[in-house]
């Protein structure tokens, strides 16, 4: 139990477009989900903690208007790259929390987003 | 403030041979404590855990780490590395009072000789 899948796994795009990823808790109900950053070869910084039915809380230094953090429901956040640029190619990760266990994240496999 | 501090950046370590990576933390209380390991482009998988209880936790794949609250480290071990191990393996820090966030440590690369 306790599995995160992440869509798409890579995607490419050009310049100035926007992209979404997807976060699904797939056998569990997750009331906070999490969404990472990693820069090759680094480690993974936090970007936003999501919970369902609420905004998002952004750490320090991460523009909430580009990276839009959608968490609509007890198994699905989003993540959008708005105006994507090449400084924003990273590989994303996201984590959840399930709701009957609290205190522990469960990691999906990561979209790696490279922008032209 | 939380942080994590792995001082090994990278370890070369031989087939067969005993592994120690090191992790270090600061926090106020005692924090939840986690092991995790990337393969190249994965995601995280997790090794183990420390919330509470027993210090010297077991985890999967013949790992095993002991909290030291006095020294602030949560050490990981394995006592006979296998080539599969190569990986980049990760530390991390959470509480319930910060909200179950986690700060993660720089990581350790290991590298197994044949």
């Known amino acids: 139990g306790a599995v995160v899948s992440q869509h798409p796994s890579w995607v490419i795009c050009k310049s100035g477009t926007s992209v979404k990823i997807e976060c699904r808790s797939l056998d569990f109900q997750a009331t906070t989900m999490f969404w990472y950053r990693q820069f090759p070869k680094q480690s993974l910084m936090l970007m936003a903690t999501s919970n369902e039915g609420s905004k998002a809380t952004y750490e320090q230094g991460v523009e909430k208007d580009k990276f839009l953090i959608n968490h609509a429901s007890l198994t699905l956040s989003t993540l959008t790259v708005t105006s994507a640029h090449p400084e924003d190619s990273s590989f994303y990760i996201c984590?959840?929390?399930?709701?009957?266990?609290?205190?522990?994240?469960?990691f999906g496999p990561g979209t790696r987003l490279t922008v032209l | 403030a939380q942080s994590v501090t792995q001082p090994d950046i990278h370890i070369t370590v031989s087939e067969g041979a005993s592994l120690e990576l090191r992790c270090n933390y600061s926090y106020g209380a005692t924090p939840y404590l986690f092991w995790y390991v990337q393969s190249p482009g994965q995601g995280l998988q997790l090794l183990l855990k420390y919330f509470s209880g027993d210090t010297l936790v077991q985890g999967i794949k013949g790992f095993e780490a002991e909290f030291k609250r006095s020294q602030s480290s949560f050490n990981l071990r394995k006592p006979s590395v296998h080539w599969s191990d190569a990986a980049e393996y990760f530390c991390?820090?959470?509480?319930?009072?910060?909200?179950?966030?986690?700060?993660f440590g720089g990581g350790t690369r290991v590298l197994v000789k044949p």
């Open positions: 984590s959840a929390i399930p709701a009957r266990i609290g205190n522990e994240q469960f």
């Open positions: 991390a820090v959470g509480a319930k009072a910060a909200g179950n966030k986690l700060t």
